[in-house]
């Protein structure tokens, strides 16, 4: 374990009381850095790999500038992986390559990025910076050639993390100029006794804690921890909070649970590449994750591959697609192609302002899943107009004729509903439903308005951004078997690809936590908030004065014989409890003041039991008027 690893300060994230589901008056999700909404810029990795310079980093700057990208809110310029030339032993500090970064050569025979990052500020642009949690870095670990790797001895050529956190923060942050750290994780898995590149002596073993595969072979709090100390680091180093921290573990060690209270941004897939299917992997692994991003800690599908593949010049359906989905389930959009000979076309559709729009928005509410199919989809998210957006994917290779219900916009069905197509700009008009023809890989984009079934509130489902899973009853964490599972890296080498991503069974919006409908004693709900037993909802309240809601034991549990007690807090104080509920009783209703509570906590407790097989409901929450 990396030495000196300690608990979260206060600032980046409470500590656990004795009792999880024992009510705080707190929002325990990450708040700390730079990112209200959702981050935008470039990286270096899909375009150049290790193979970066210099000339090609500032290239990227001056095109994002120059294009009228950087004024449409990308900001971030971020290099990836290939930038180090080794760590020098006198001092642990790190050096630069000075072949490929000329700049970092000072005249006083110093090494610093500190001239290129006051180039791209000058610029009013944002510099970010790579490491690993590791020893060594993921280039080390499966690059095919040397060309670009760090030199030198072996303890020379460990430039990861491990060992010198606060060392390396305080140089990217203090020293050199830098504003957002990617911290990747092969330093953790990929380096055992057993690597080739570990036996033949190229580098020390550090035993992994980190299992791609099989959460339950990794050390979660320990890498936890190590994220922790990354933290305390960062706010040492910058008390302004001024920083970004992007969590780049691939959704292994159950991260997809958990991210969203030690960073930024945090992966839930591993690498994407630009293959169709492979992007529907990525975007499944953060789609239905609704609950489990917010302002400040955003769900990571990764990069976008817009340029390469599937997703070229010659592809832009798929380009905008990618785009769309990437946009309307507030992922960062992080762009990672030449932008020096990128064509018009693709320009055009990185540059779309009303796309970038919805993934901006102040509400910070992810989109939620109203339709779900193996080829269609329709993902709507609440805007802090109160305007909604729509995606309506097609997964499949044949065009589909459907049909958009006001009711899956939680619109009323007897107004007039106004849809405007962010991509054609075509504007069209209905009531109740109406039929559209989607195309092949095809994602159409709208900004819809109407008038609202719940006139005087908003239901919790409709407002992800406010509600955080601070427990989501989930003790066994185990692979979601939903996420599309593509070809994979090894093509059709071996037995494919498995679901591998833990995070089954967590909180849903408008779904049970097994992806069933919302319903209690065999009344389906219109929605709510489905979660296991023994769980912890925080509500931020935004001016409301009541809380409803339908709560009891989903009719998807298997558990039937344990009772559930709903219970209601307004800033820690309890304002409401149910009586006892087993599965198949009707469910109980609150209706509760909550005037004045800046977070309403929603607890589920039962006795000790298979929490996995007891789901419970919060039907139709809201808060109101």
Not at 484 to 511: K, N
Request: aromatic content about 8%; charged content about 25%; some cysteine.
């Amino acid at each position: 374990m990396l030495a000196g690893v300690i608990a979260f300060a206060s600032l980046t994230q409470p500590l656990a009381a004795a009792d999880p589901l024992a009510p705080t008056g707190t929002w325990s999700a990450y708040t700390a850095g730079r990112a209200t909404t959702p981050p935008m810029g470039w990286n270096s990795w899909n375009a150049f790999d290790t193979d970066i310079d210099e000339a090609k980093i500032l290239g990227q700057a001056r095109r994002i500038v120059d294009s009228g990208l950087a004024a449409k809110g990308y900001r971030y310029v971020n290099l990836d992986d290939g930038w180090w030339l080794k760590r020098r032993l006198s001092d642990g500090r790190i050096l630069i390559r000075p072949d490929r970064f000329p700049s970092a050569v000072t005249r006083k025979g110093g090494n610093s990025f500190r001239p290129m990052t006051d180039r791209l500020h000058a610029m009013g642009l944002k510099a970010g910076i790579y490491s690993d949690l590791g020893r060594n870095i993921c280039s080390q670990a499966y690059a095919t050639d040397r060309v670009n790797l760090p030199q030198g001895t072996v303890l020379e050529r460990e430039v990861g993390l491990y060992g010198h956190v606060e060392q390396d923060i305080d140089l990217f942050f203090r020293d050199w100029g830098f504003d957002y750290l990617k911290v990747d994780g092969c330093g953790l898995r990929a380096f055992d006794a057993k690597a080739e590149r570990v036996q033949s002596g190229e580098f020390r073993e550090l035993k992994p804690i980190i299992d791609l595969n099989y959460v339950g072979r990794t050390d979660v709090p320990q890498v936890q921890g190590m994220f922790a100390q990354i933290n305390n680091a960062l706010a040492r180093t910058n008390p302004d909070g001024d920083w970004l921290l992007s969590l780049c573990i691939w959704g292994s060690a159950d991260v997809r649970a958990w991210g969203k209270d030690y960073g930024n941004v945090s992966r839930t897939s591993d690498d994407i590449s630009p293959s169709w299917g492979r992007m529907l992997a990525n975007f499944d692994s953060a789609a239905k994750r609704a609950l489990y991003g917010h302002p400040g800690s955003w769900n990571d599908p990764d990069l976008l591959y817009i340029g390469k593949g599937d997703f070229d010049a010659d592809h832009l359906t798929e380009a905008r697609s990618h785009f769309s989905l990437w946009a309307i389930i507030n992922a960062p959009l992080i762009m990672s192609l030449d932008l020096r000979s990128a064509p018009p076309a693709l320009m055009e559709v990185l540059g779309n302002t009303d796309i970038i729009a919805l993934n901006q928005d102040a509400a910070g509410n992810q989109a939620v899943l109203a339709f779900d199919s193996d080829d269609l989809q329709v993902f709507v998210k609440t805007l802090a107009s109160g305007q909604k957006a729509v995606a309506m994917l097609n997964r499949s290779t044949k065009p589909i004729d459907a049909v958009l219900a006001a009711r899956q916009m939680r619109f009323r069905d007897d107004a007039e509903v106004t849809l405007t197509d962010l991509w054609s700009r075509k504007v069209t008009r209905f009531s109740k439903e109406t039929k559209l023809r989607i195309l092949p890989h095809e994602t159409l984009v709208f900004r819809a308005d109407g008038t609202r079934i719940l006139a005087d509130g908003l239901y919790l489902s409709e407002q992800p951004g406010r509600v955080n899973p601070a427990e989501d009853g989930v003790t066994r964490p185990a692979a979601d078997p939903t996420i599309y599972r593509s070809l994979g890296w090894s093509g059709t080498r071996g037995a494919g690809d498995r679901p591998i991503y833990a995070g089954w069974g967590g909180a849903q919006a408008d779904s049970a936590p097994y992806g069933q409908l919302v319903q209690i004693a065999g009344r389906q709900m219109s929605g709510g908030i489905g979660i296991l037993a023994n769980s912890r909802l925080e509500v931020r309240n935004a001016g409301f004065g009541r809380f409803t809601a339908t709560v009891g034991v989903d009719d998807s549990a298997r558990e039937k014989a344990l009772p559930v007690t709903f219970q209601v807090f307004a800033d820690g104080k309890l304002i409401g409890t149910s009586p006892p509920l087993k599965y198949g009783d009707a469910g109980h209703d609150f209706d509760l003041p909550i005037a004045g509570a800046a977070i309403v906590e929603l607890v589920a407790r039962a006795a000790t039991g298979d929490d996995e097989a007891l789901p419970v409901a919060w039907g139709d929450a809201a808060l109101r008027r």
